[in-house]
């Protein structure tokens, strides 16, 4: 069973910034489209951001709390998506989930119900 393995995380002071890596565990067709998601306690999960990985095209939330602030690179050799997170806010609190796609997903990208291949979430604890 392909899954996304993810690393990175952790406890930040408010102004800090993260490093969140999104990985798939073996070769998937679907690896076109890779979105990060953000869950907060009691609140529904919510995209924060996508990329093609072919053409490297970016995608963020229109929500000015993140663009900006949030900026992807890629090991595409390694099948590896990379999500630096700057100047964060106590509002960033969150479990993050990555899921993968085909290229068409990323026309949806900010709906989860969208993807089908997730990794298994990291936790991003911002504190003031």
């Known amino acids: 069973q392909v899954q996304l393995v993810q690393f990175g995380g952790g406890s930040v002071q408010a102004g800090g910034s993260v490093w969140l890596s999104c990985a798939a565990s073996?070769?998937?067709?679907?690896?076109?489209?890779v979105a990060w998601f953000r869950q907060a306690p009691g609140k529904e999960r919510e995209g924060v951001a996508a990329?093609?990985?072919?053409?490297?095209?970016?995608?963020?939330a229109d929500s000015d709390s993140v663009k900006g602030r949030f900026t992807f690179s890629q090991d595409n050799a390694n099948s590896t998506v990379f999500l630096l997170m700057n100047s964060l806010n106590p509002e960033d609190t969150a479990i993050y989930y990555c899921?993968?796609?085909?290229?068409?997903?990323?026309?949806?990208?900010?709906?989860?119900?969208?993807?089908?291949?997730w990794g298994q979430g990291t936790q991003v604890t911002v504190s003031s």
């Open positions: 073996q070769y998937i067709s679907s690896w076109e489209c």
């Open positions: 990329v093609l990985t072919r053409s490297g095209r970016s995608f963020y």
């Open positions: 899921a993968a796609g085909t290229s068409a997903t990323c026309a949806g990208w900010y709906w989860p119900s969208t993807f089908f291949v």
